[in-house]
């Protein structure tokens, strides 16, 4: 049973250009939800996706933006990077119509170093 | 708002001894309350849930928590560490249940295992 996974591992940009991140979910997974875990701190809610749409947003800005695919996988885009976008991204999935919709299960992450 | 807070940020135990995490948590009702674990470079794997029934739920690697409401508190323990344990833990809120699934991290417990 493939678990949830991530491209790429590492990425290295710098501050203005853009980037986009990709998340495979758990098998069975029909829900994604993306966090950014900056150094020294646990996991910052960016977005949720279900059914190819955006349904709850957390505190981040517009230059944050995503995409939920038919098949379930999902992109999280950042444009205009910022020094403070360095970070962990954490995809996570989850299965909304199959009874264990509140249970998250993590990817590897994507560690985003702009310099 | 909702809150999640680890008052231990580093802990140190010695190998065999036990160990007991602490968290708390801000919300007017009962959240769903979970226990995550980090190993360096890594994504989070999930240790342990509470939803509700039995306020001692037990989890994975050895790991058990207990609810306790009048405290607001749900402690991770371990009865006897393994060097392999030494990991950052998160424990994290779900204020919603039934999708629209935001979990609320607080800002983790750096473990320590001296041989």
Known sequence: DAGVTQSPTHLIKTRGQQVTLRCSPKSGHDTVSWYQQALGQGPQFIFQYYEEEERQRGNFPDRFSGHQFPNYSSELNVNALLLGDSALYLCASSDDAGGDTDTQYFGPGTRLTVL | ?115
């Open chain 2, 1 to 115: 708002a909702q809150s999640v807070t680890q008052p231990d940020i580093h802990i140190t135990v010695s190998e065999g001894a036990s160990l007991e995490l602490r968290c708390n948590y801000s919300y007017g009702a009962t959240p769903y309350l979970f226990w995550y674990v980090q190993s360096p470079g890594q994504g989070l794997q999930l240790l342990l849930k509470y939803f509700s029934g039995d306020t001692l739920v037990q989890g994975i690697k050895g790991f058990e928590a207990e609810f306790k409401r009048s405290q607001s508190s749900f402690n991770l323990r371990k009865p006897s560490v393994h060097w392999s344990d030494a990991a950052e833990y998160f424990c994290a809120v779900l204020p919603f249940s039934g999708g629209y699934n935001k979990l609320i991290f607080g800002a983790g417990t750096r473990l320590a295992v001296h041989p």
